[in-house]
């Protein structure tokens, strides 16, 4: 049994971190990810993103960026500590919130939630899943588009990854692209405004406690030079969804047979809650009902990477939104003993 640790006195904190070394999601991107081709960057504050190379694989060189700014501040960050999960403490006068780590138990007035949602690739349920004897794989387990040479690459989905990765896979070889929907291009500049915009549709579904959605169903797919490119070549030619997996391919909506060999499943990613669920947040839309960056229920629980700000669009405020309530409500007993 773990010994049990104090709890965190007033006005300090504790992170955890259940990589093995700084930089988050970002330490698991596909190499061919370059700072070229990045959809964006949200920048960490006070410290502007530096010049990089732009064939220079993102995974590498934010990590670095992560890294550099974890010593720049002194953060002290225990790694690699992964949360198992978060209790209400029973009876408590303080109202403390009980923190199960891998490194023993915690006690705290309040918790930032950042997890985020690589860790939770969602694969979608389709019949006949089981059967099909080719290759499949999440975004999440992406390489490079190499190792595809010579095969036939049905991808599934409609974001940004999805698109992003057709691209790069069909300048190698054959590939097919199926959506649920017909994917909703943008015909605009997507200036200032429209990314309020975006970020405010998000924000009003997590409002209404409705799981969110993700940020590019508001914003539509921008057609980039490389996308134009890859839409010229017929790589953007969109399927509807198959309707079945066979032995060796997939049942078109028509009735007709495809024959692939690996089907990529760029169908997005869920929120990484698992640890939060003895807390009951969610509501009875399915969703946890949020105000900003902080749950509706209780302003000692706020989730950052949640709604707008799984985003980098929604991001750039998030963490110093949650912080500076945190210390708000958590002023009177800032100063005073443990």
Do not use: C
């Not at 010593?71 to 978060?86: D, I, T």
């Not at 019949?127 to 190792?147: C, K």
């Not at 980039?224 to 017929?234: D, K, Y």
């Not at 089907?263 to 698992?274: D, V």
């Amino acid at each position: 049994m773990p010994r049990q640790r104090p709890r965190i006195p007033s006005g300090t904190y504790v992170m955890f971190d259940a990589g093995t070394g700084p930089g988050g999601a970002w330490r698991h991107r596909w190499k061919s990810l370059t700072m070229a081709t990045v959809n964006g960057i949200s920048e960490l504050p006070g410290a502007a993103v530096p010049a990089s190379d732009p064939d220079a694989p993102s995974s590498e060189f934010l990590s670095a960026y992560f890294a550099d700014y974890e010593k720049a501040q002194r953060l002290s960050v225990q790694r690699p500590v992964k949360v198992r999960s978060v209790r209400f403490t029973e009876n408590h006068p303080q109202g403390l919130l009980s923190v199960e780590t891998s490194a023993g138990p915690w006690q705290v007035r309040a918790i930032i939630n950042a997890t985020g949602t690589w860790t939770r690739p969602f694969w979608p349920l389709y019949p006949g899943r089981e059967d099909f004897t080719g290759r499949q794989l999440h975004v999440a387990d992406y390489v490079s588009a190499e190792e595809f040479r010579g095969q036939h690459v049905a991808v599934v989905g409609g974001g940004i990854s999805a698109v992003g990765l057709l691209a790069e896979i069909s300048l190698l070889t054959r590939t097919s692209w199926f959506t649920r929907r017909p994917p909703d291009w943008r015909e605009t500049a997507f200036d200032a405004s429209a990314a309020h915009e975006a970020v405010a549709k998000v924000e009003d579904r997590v409002r209404r406690g409705l799981p969110p959605q993700s940020v590019v169903s508001a914003t539509g797919l921008i057609k980039t030079p490389v996308l134009a490119a890859a839409e010229s070549r017929g790589a953007l030619e969109r399927l509807p969804m198959f309707t079945e997996m066979l032995p060796t391919g997939v049942r078109l909506a028509d009735g007709g047979f495809l024959g692939v060999d690996v089907i990529l499943w760029a169908t997005g990613f869920r929120a990484e809650l698992e640890h939060l669920a003895p807390l009951h947040l969610r509501g009875p839309g399915g969703g946890i009902a949020m105000a900003g960056t902080q749950v509706s229920a209780d302003p000692r629980i706020h989730l950052v990477g949640y709604g707008a700000s799984s985003s980098t669009i929604g991001a750039n405020r998030a963490g110093r939104t949650a912080v500076r309530e945190i210390l708000t409500l958590l002023q009177p007993t800032l100063g005073s003993s443990a």
